[in-house]
């Protein structure tokens, strides 16, 4: 019975990612946006100051499926590089249209760590001047656990980005073990909350932010609390001296439209 779940369990990955190549070449996959908003600058509400480009993926006939189930497959595949590409691009389009209707809104668009190369650098530098856009407004949000091997190519990588004016940002800090004193050795712009720090009220967490929150003003970082799902949440991360807030309270992920629609009428929320 057991090798039968087994055999039906390959059967569905490898047909997942059969379709999910298909869908990366013929460009099937969409991009939804979450707002970020200033948390520093008063209580937040208004115009979003960035968004993050979340990718998504709605199979024929499974309908849609989540980034956690194809990010991994599309990594095991290789095909993670050219999502993360495509992502980007669309997004960068986005913020461009939206800057020269006069929205400017930053992007963060995310990297799996496992293809942070100095080609991968080259390739986002190459597609971005080619827009014309700041580079100002962009940054790339990497999981905080890339793996020790791959740490030094990606430092001279991640600086690479920078030199050209992309923003750094480690995403998901506290959702792993990964130590600060390793993010701080990163050349790195950001730091994301996790939401599962953003969410707790103890004095753990509230430790564990305020070490980040602190070093990141000695670092010129900018932090951004995630998953700030409850007011309690909201005002727990403007406590903490959070910059930036995101997460369902403030805005769920959405079509460009709806971020159209928060900057021109700011009091509504998506
Ligand atoms: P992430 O980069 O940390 O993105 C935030 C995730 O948390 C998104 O899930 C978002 O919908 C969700 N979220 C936002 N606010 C809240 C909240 O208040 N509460 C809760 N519970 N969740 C919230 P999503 O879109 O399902 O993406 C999951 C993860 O998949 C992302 O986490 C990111 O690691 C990965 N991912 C998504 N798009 C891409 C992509 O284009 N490239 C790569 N490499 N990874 C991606
Ligand atoms: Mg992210
Ligand atoms: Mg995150």
Redesign the pocket.
Known sequence: MRMCIQAVTVTTSETLVRDLREAVSSGGLTVAYQPQFALDEGPPGGRPVAVEALCRWTHAPYGEIPPATFIPLAEDARLVEEIDIQVLERGAAQILDWSLSGRRIGLASNASPSHITMEYAEEVIARLEGTGLDPALVAI?I?EAPSPQLLPEMRGALARLRSFGVAISI??FG?GDTPIEMVESLPIDEV?I??SLTQRADAAADAIVADVVSRARSQGWRVVA?GIETSDDLARSVRRGCHRGQGYLLGMPMSAEGIERLWDAPTLRG
Request: no cysteine; hydrophobic share 10%; aromatic share 0%.
């Open positions: 949000e999981t995403d998901d959702a994301k996790d939401r995630e």
